[in-house]
Nanobody, 122 residues
Framework: QVQLVESGGGLAQSGGSLRVSCTAS????????VGWFRQVPGKEREGVAC????????WYADAVKDRFTISRDSLKNTVYLQMNSLKPEDTAVYFC???????????????WGQGTQVTVSS
C-alpha cells in the first residue's frame, strides 16, 4: 500500500523551530521528487519546498527561503522540512507529496500524506 505519513508538527513560538517528517511506505522516495505544501482554511494549498530525487536540487517559496530547509534520508525513506525562525503566518497544515516531476505545482503530485498541523504563536 502506497502511503505517506507526516509527523512532527505542533506548537512553536515565534522565532522558534520545528522539524516535520514525511515517511513513505509501499514505494521509495528515491524514485520521486517530493514536495511540502501548506494550507490554511479558506486559502489554496501553496507550495513551500521541494527536492529532486536525482540530484537533491531544491526549490523554496520566497516566503520561507533562508528559513526552511528540505532534505532527504534515503535509508529511512523520509523527507524532512526543517523550519527555523518561525512566524505566525507559517501556521498551517503541512502536507508532503510525491510527484512525477520536479515542480511546485500541486496538480502534478500523485501521492499525498494526511497533513500535520503547525501552529506558531506570537
Amino acid at each position: 500500500q502506497v502511503q505517506l505519513v507526516e509527523s512532527g508538527g505542533g506548537l512553536a513560538q515565534s522565532g522558534g523551530s520545528l522539524r516535520v517528517s514525511c515517511t513513505a511506505s509501499g514505494f521509495s522516495l528515491d524514485s520521486y521528487p517530493v514536495g511540502w505544501f501548506r494550507q490554511v482554511p479558506g486559502k489554496e494549498r501553496e507550495g513551500v519546498a521541494c527536492i529532486r530525487h536525482t540530484d537533491d536540487t531544491t526549490w523554496y517559496a520566497d516566503a520561507v527561503k533562508d528559513r526552511f530547509t528540505i532534505s532527504r534520508d534515503s535509508l529511512k525513506n523520509t523527507v524532512y522540512l526543517q523550519m527555523n525562525s518561525l512566524k505566525p503566518e507559517d501556521t498551517a497544515v503541512y502536507f508532503c507529496a510525491a510527484s512525477r516531476i520536479f515542480t511546485a505545482r500541486s496538480t502534478y503530485y500523485d501521492y499525498w500524506g494526511q497533513g500535520t498541523q503547525v501552529t506558531v504563536s506570537s
